[in-house]
């Protein structure tokens, strides 16, 4: 199983996923053009795609969903809800001609024995879901605009070997960013909004035992940092040996060990 983060953050999300020679995007918060360069980047032609899956309706997950179908022919996995309310965004409309529907909570199968479940989240967008990539002998989840740490992902977490997992905020920076009303901050770190620097810790410490490597991803650009968002993992009371990445804002992020040359996820 090879994963990229794309880009990660409130400028636009897109992992690739390619597990049994099944190639997958999840998100498509980039433009078309932005999406095929990355790719390319790595060595992957953006028409070799498989299928884009979209977790939900916000731009920044959203927006080059219509793109991609268009200019590229790739088939958009999303639920219904998703499809429309992305369809009325203001910004970034997502018009989609041929939208292959699956409804949270479902797992859908593709082919080599590749399958994807959609775990349902309480994220403020609309049907919001995160997803593990099965491929029949590792579990990847790639999981953001999760709202809070809900019970139903307190129980995929010690199933996953690997995960992309938001990192989104420091409580201290967001309490003292004095450019964010207080409604906006509520809604950052309310049940709705994402999860803090120590909400992924905990996650990752106590619940993700079986993981091999973590990936810490949309941190927000004006209440964290990556330092800020490493720091839990740095500490005598971080018990674990435990690769943990950072998914970039603005490049790809591959999951390889740069001091051994080898993939950590394999």
């Known amino acids: 199983m090879r994963i990229v983060s794309l880009q990660s953050g409130s400028n636009g999300n897109c992992v690739f996923v390619e597990a049994n020679g099944v190639r997958l995007l999840f998100d498509a918060g980039l433009t078309g053009k932005k999406t095929e360069e990355r790719l390319a980047e790595v060595g992957i032609d953006v028409r070799s795609i498989h299928g884009v899956l979209i977790s939900h309706d916000h731009s920044d997950h959203a927006k080059g969903a219509g793109v991609l179908s268009r200019q590229y022919d790739l088939p958009i996995w999303l639920t219904r809800k998703t499809c429309e309310a992305a369809a009325t965004n203001r910004k970034h409309p997502v018009h989609l001609e041929s939208p292959r529907f699956f409804k949270a909570g479902e797992r859908i199968r593709f082919d080599n024995g590749v399958a994807v479940e959609t775990l349902p989240t309480p994220h403020d967008g609309v049907d919001g879901v995160g997803f593990v990539v099965d491929d029949g002998s590792l579990r990847f989840g790639i999981m953001t ?82 330092e800020l968002a490493m720091e839990p993992y740095q500490s005598e009371s971080f018990r674990r040996s435990l690769p943990i990445l950072i998914a970039s804002r603005n490049q790809c992020v591959e999951l390889w060990d740069s001091d051994g040359g080898g993939r950590l996820f394999q």
């Not at 977490?157 to 906006?184: K, Q």
């Not at 996650?203 to 940092?225: F, K, M, P, Q, W």
Request: net charge negative.
């Open 145 to 226: 605009d999760l709202g809070h740490v809900f019970p139903e992902l307190k129980q995929v977490f010690p199933t996953l070997d690997g995960v992309l997992i938001e990192s989104n905020y420091d409580p201290n920076m967001l309490d003292a960013n004095e450019n964010y009303p207080t409604w906006l901050k509520n809604r950052i770190c309310g049940k709705h909004g994402h999860l803090s620097n120590r909400d992924a810790a905990s996650l990752i410490e106590n619940d993700g035992l079986r993981l091999r490597v973590a990936c810490l991803g949309h941190l927000s650009l004006e209440n964290n940092t990556p």
